[in-house]
């Protein structure tokens, strides 16, 4: 292995390290840097690091827009080129001050990686995303099987989330334990739990309905009657595989053991949208769902705060501005309602009797 391919991989490492132990990023936040990175070294093809350069950065940027997504085909979104170009400028801003780079690596050069103003845009953008209504989270499921204990398990998984506005992360490392059903509510403990930023705090059930409640409900006393589950035992084990009458690896049953990573929930959740003849809906729209279902119930100041508290922010302006866009097509009707109505009266005009 040639001496700065070697140097590439140590201070890479080191730079790792750093995102962990220093700027306290989560394990997915670490993993999407060092994705990232990947992507960058594949494109350099084992160059030394510390010739990095403006035309460089040019050149890579002009290399990413060419790209396509290894799945689908398609070009890279402006987002995804956006987060590729960050976590990159965030390696080589760090490097600008490590012994043996800082003296070959200018900050000048390395403002040519900053994403251009659209994909910026597109990154911060609030605008309206498409997500399931709650006619359409109580039809799924109303519909979805419930034969078998893994068909239970995805039903209850899906519940769970628009219950509690959970991240699929934090989902699959819930356990047991952590289930109020008498008071209806989910202790997300950041030691533990999977949560964004490892925060701890208290959800009730959001108003879905008394039927998918009893989905949950249904799921725990299944667990712990039926399959001697106890409160440290995981809420949505995974899959157990063995080899089965046709001698061939297949799903038997559930495991004690949580999932390893959130991938197959959000398979599950996708797959169950698109089986109902639904859209394919990610998981991330839940609570998109769920700030439309407060335009349904919060009245006063009091009652967005209790609903925003509800989904762990502290601020209200978050779930406002992350989850609180109207649809295009509310906003043409609440437009017209506006124009037929005229404007409010001044309520500090003298009237004359």
Not at 221 to 231: A, M
Not at 259 to 264: F, Y
Not at 310 to 322: I, K, R
Request: hydrophobic share 35%; aromatic share 10%.
């Amino acid at each position: 292995m040639p001496k700065h391919t070697s140097d590439n991989l140590r201070i890479k490492r080191k730079h790792l390290v750093w995102l962990k132990d220093a700027k306290g990023l989560s394990q997915s936040s670490i993993d999407k840097a060092a994705a990232s990175i990947a992507i960058y070294d594949k494109w350099l093809k084992g160059k030394d690091y510390r010739a990095f350069h403006s035309e460089r950065a040019r050149a890579f940027k002009r290399h990413l827009q060419g790209l396509r997504n290894e799945r689908t085909g398609a070009p890279l979104s402006a987002a995804t080129i956006n987060g590729v170009l960050r976590d990159v400028m965030k390696l080589f801003d760090w490097m600008a001050d490590q012994p043996g780079y800082k003296s070959r690596i200018s900050r000048a050069d390395i403002a040519y990686l900053t994403p251009d103003r659209k994909s910026e845009q597109a990154r911060r953008s609030t605008l309206w995303k498409p997500h399931p209504s709650p006619e359409q989270v109580n039809h799924l499921l109303s519909i979805m099987p419930a034969e078998t204990v893994i068909q239970r398990r995805d039903r209850t998984l899906i519940a769970f989330l628009f219950l509690t506005g959970s991240r699929e992360g934090a989902a699959i490392t819930v356990r047991l334990g952590h289930v109020d059903p008498a008071n209806k509510c989910v202790q997300f403990d950041g030691r533990s739990v999977d949560t964004k930023f490892g925060k701890s705090f208290t959800t009730s059930f959001f108003p879905f309905g008394y039927d998918v409640e009893r989905i949950l409900r249904d799921w725990i006393t299944e667990l712990r009657q039926d399959l001697l589950f106890s409160d440290t035992d995981p809420l949505f084990p995974k899959t157990r595989v063995a080899v089965g009458p046709s001698r061939r690896f297949e799903a038997v049953g559930i495991a004690r053991e949580p999932w390893a990573g959130p991938s197959s929930a959000a398979r599950i959740f996708k797959q169950a949208f698109v089986k109902a003849g639904l859209p394919p809906f990610s998981p991330h729209r839940v609570r998109d769902t769920i700030a439309e279902l407060a335009k349904l119930h919060c009245r006063t100041p009091e009652d967005y705060k209790a609903w925003s508290q509800n989904m762990g922010h502290d601020d209200v302006m978050t779930t406002f501005s992350s989850y609180g866009s109207v649809s295009p097509g509310r906003q043409v009707e609440l437009m017209g309602r506006f124009r037929r109505r005229g404007p409010l009266p001044d309520e500090d005009a003298v009237i004359d009797e």
